[in-house]
């Protein structure tokens, strides 16, 4: 089956590191993508990774990923008030073009 | 170049009324999305086409919502009749084609049905 999971919230200081989770059943994932949400507002695409990469790293997003474990995690360094928002974890396969979503960590950064 | 681009950006309307939601995907992107996103539910997949045509509508709830894509440049999401359960936020996104390729969302419209 397909099924995406994240934990709901965290709770950073502002310059701190964040680190978010999910983890993923599907083995077949080809593509796993990190969207932020901010309040009120689209998705928007961080970053993504293709399946047959361990790291990816964009400025300060670092996207770990360990197939055997199906677990993909986004680090934020540096984390500022402006990163507050719900991150989404998505996995999608070659055929079709279903992504499938996590629930949505909600990134909380405090002063 | 412009993004997505969805109409109306909020609809309050009555139980029992239709509504019509509006999506232009990325000039050029083949592929076309609608998602629902509910506080309960998270977001959810509706249905997809790919070059104007509808190539999965398992997600579609119920008969009363149906989408079409008459040509690359334009989809709507109708439903009718409308229910308060159906008051959500629908987004629209598009990507270059069906598959691997990056999903670019629309900023939503938020639905409330009283």
């Known amino acids: 089956g397909e099924d995406v999971e994240q934990s709901l919230f965290l709770s950073v200081r502002e310059g701190d590191s964040s680190v978010i989770n999910c983890t993923y059943t599907d083995s077949s994932s080809t593509y796993l993508y990190w969207y932020k949400q901010e309040p009120g507002a689209g998705l928007q695409l961080l970053t993504y990774i293709f399946s047959n990469m361990d790291m990816k790293q964009d400025q300060r997003l670092t996207v770990l990923l360990n197939k055997k474990d199906k677990h993909l995690s986004l680090r934020i360094a540096d984390t500022q008030t402006g990163d507050s928002a719900i991150y989404f974890c998505?996995?999608?396969?070659?055929?079709?073009?279903?992504?499938?979503f996590g629930q949505g960590t909600e990134l909380s950064v405090k002063p | 170049d412009a993004g997505v681009i969805q109409s109306p950006r909020h609809e309050v309307t009555e139980m029992g009324q239709e509504v019509t939601l509006r999506c232009k995907p990325i000039s050029g992107h083949n592929s076309l999305f609608w998602y629902r996103q509910t506080m309960m539910r998270g977001l959810e997949l509706l249905i997809y086409?790919?070059?104007?045509?509808?190539?999965?509508d398992s997600g579609m709830p119920e008969d009363r919502f149906s989408a079409k894509m008459p040509n690359a440049s334009f989809s709507t999401l109708k439903i009718q009749p409308s229910e308060p359960r159906d008051s959500a936020v629908y987004f629209c996104?598009?990507?270059?084609?069906?598959?691997?390729?990056?999903?670019?969302f629309g900023p939503g419209t938020r639905l409330l049905v009283l």
């Open positions: 996104a598009s990507s270059l084609q069906a598959g691997s390729e990056t999903q670019y």
């Open positions: 086409f790919n070059n104007n045509v509808p190539i999965d």
């Open positions: 998505a996995e999608t396969r070659n055929q079709g073009g279903k992504l499938i």
